[in-house]
């Protein structure tokens, strides 16, 4: 489809080359950009944290590709009813304004298209990280509990110094045992100090004792 606004040849031949870019750009995330960024080993430390995420990956995904396939058949029977109003109309000059409006929604339903790839892409990787893990397909409550309370150990583990600051030390016990959070208090402050939490209690001991 060459564009009206270029005069020049050349660039109409670039542009409709730019244009071929959109599959390539809406394949969505690689399976190493999954894995390393989206299930990553520190956000997600157990096989069962990455197991739970990717459902949670698959379901925004299918939420997607449901609405896409809506939007994409309305789309496509609004582009038929705008060919049967092009076929009925006599005049010249809303005959061509009626095929700019069909060319414009052509273009709207083959991005739409192209997303539907990109997503499928990203759910075919999450669905086999769901697929590979069919022993957490039917857990009982009791071991649902035990693993992601394993996960969330894990992820404080990773991470202490955020778990610390916005829960307490009260769940850093119960997280890593009284032990590892006694070790991990004494190098915290020796590397970096106090707490802001630490610090207004201080200020607050001083002030009633100013007081």
């Known amino acids: 489809m060459e564009l009206a606004i270029l005069q020049n040849k050349e660039d109409n031949k670039m542009m409709e080359a730019i244009s071929s870019f959109l599959t390539d750009i809406q394949k969505g995330n690689t399976e190493i ?110 071991d649902e509990y035990k693993l992601d309370a394993e996960n969330w150990a894990k992820k404080t583990f990773n991470m202490p110094t955020i778990f610390e600051e916005r829960y307490g030390g009260e769940y850093m016990k119960k997280a890593l045992g009284d032990d590892v959070y006694k070790q991990y208090l004494e190098v915290r402050k020796k590397a970096f100090g106090l707490l802001p939490r630490e610090m207004m209690n201080i200020k607050q001991i001083g002030d009633s004792e100013n007081g």
Do not use: C
């Open 33 to 142: 950009q999954i894995n390393n960024f989206v299930l990553n080993d520190i956000g997600f430390p157990t096989v069962y944290s990455k197991y739970q995420q990717a459902k949670v990956e698959l379901l925004s995904r299918w939420s997607r590709i449901v609405d896409l396939d809506y939007s994409i058949r309305e789309d496509e029977i609004k582009i038929k009813i705008k060919e049967r109003e092009i076929g009925k109309e006599d005049d010249d000059l809303k005959k061509q304004l009626l095929k700019i409006e069909s060319e414009k929604m052509l273009m709207g339903l083959e991005g739409k298209k192209a997303s539907v790839n990109g997503i499928l892409n990203e759910a075919r990787i999450f669905w086999k990280v769901y697929a590979e893990n069919p022993q957490f397909h039917n857990l009982s409550p009791d």
